[in-house]
C-alpha cells in the first residue's frame, strides 16, 4: 500500500500532529524538512508544508510499504497509523478548498484531495488577498477557502 495525504498546516497545526503522531509511533525523527514516524521496521513520512513570503505550499503525509520483495514486517501496524493519522487530518481539517483553474477561464474548482488545518485556515483568513495557498512554490495551482 502506498498512499497519500496532502494538507496545508502552520507551525501550530505541525505540533498538535506530531503530538497526536507520537501516540501511534515508536519514535519520531525529524530530518531537516521531513519527519520519520518509525513503527517497527515500517515508516510514514510526514512533510510539513513550508511558508515562505506570505506562500505557504502543501505538505503530506505518506506510507510506503515496499513490494513483495523487501516489504516491512509491520505493515498492519503502519497501515492502521496512517488511517488514524489520515482520518484526524480529516476531522479536523477544513476540506472545502477550491483553485483556480486556469484551463477553465479562471474557475473555481472543488479540490477533493487538499485539507486545511485550523490554524493555517486562520491564517488564510487573516489577509486572504495576500497569504496565498500552492501545491508547490512553482505551481500555477492557487487554493482559495471555498464552497
Same mark, same amino acid.
Given at each position: 500500500?502506498?498512499?497519500?495525504?496532502?494538507?496545508?498546516?502552520?507551525?501550530?497545526?505541525?505540533?498538535?500532529?506530531?503530538?497526536?503522531?507520537?501516540?501511534?509511533?515508536?519514535?519520531? +525523527? =525529524?530530518?531537516? &524538512?521531513?519527519?520519520?514516524?518509525?513503527?517497527?521496521?515500517?515508516?510514514?513520512?510526514? *512533510? /510539513? #508544508?513550508?511558508?515562505?513570503?506570505?506562500?505557504?505550499?502543501?505538505?503530506?503525509?505518506?506510507?510506503?510499504?515496499?513490494?513483495?520483495?523487501?516489504?516491512?514486517?509491520?505493515?498492519?501496524?503502519?497501515?492502521?497509523?496512517?488511517?488514524?493519522?489520515?482520518?484526524?487530518?480529516? +476531522? =479536523?481539517?477544513? &476540506?472545502?478548498?477550491?483553485?483556480?483553474?486556469?484551463?477553465?477561464?479562471?474557475?473555481? *474548482? /472543488? #479540490?477533493?484531495?487538499?485539507?486545511?488545518?485550523?490554524?493555517?485556515?486562520?491564517?488564510?483568513?487573516?489577509?486572504?488577498?495576500?497569504?496565498?495557498?500552492?501545491?508547490?512554490?512553482?505551481?500555477?495551482?492557487?487554493?482559495?477557502?471555498?464552497?
Amino acid at each position: 500500500m502506498d498512499a497519500e495525504i496532502l494538507f496545508f498546516m502552520t507551525e501550530k497545526d505541525q505540533t498538535v500532529f506530531l503530538n497526536f503522531a507520537e501516540s501511534f509511533t515508536d519514535s519520531i +525523527k =525529524n530530518e531537516t &524538512s521531513i519527519y520519520r514516524l518509525i513503527l517497527g521496521d515500517c515508516e510514514l513520512l510526514f *512533510t /510539513p #508544508s513550508q511558508t515562505k513570503d506570505n506562500v505557504m505550499v502543501t505538505g503530506s503525509l505518506k506510507i510506503r510499504l515496499g513490494n513483495s520483495e523487501n516489504a516491512c514486517k509491520d505493515q498492519e501496524r503502519a497501515k492502521s497509523a496512517f488511517r488514524k493519522l489520515r482520518n484526524n487530518l480529516k +476531522k =479536523n481539517y477544513w &476540506s472545502r478548498l477550491a483553485y483556480l483553474n486556469k484551463n477553465k477561464k479562471d474557475k473555481l *474548482t /472543488p #479540490s477533493r484531495n487538499h485539507w486545511l488545518g485550523p490554524d493555517a485556515k486562520k491564517w488564510k483568513e487573516a489577509d486572504s488577498e495576500n497569504h496565498t495557498l500552492k501545491l508547490s512554490e512553482t505551481s500555477w495551482m492557487e487554493f482559495e477557502i471555498g464552497f
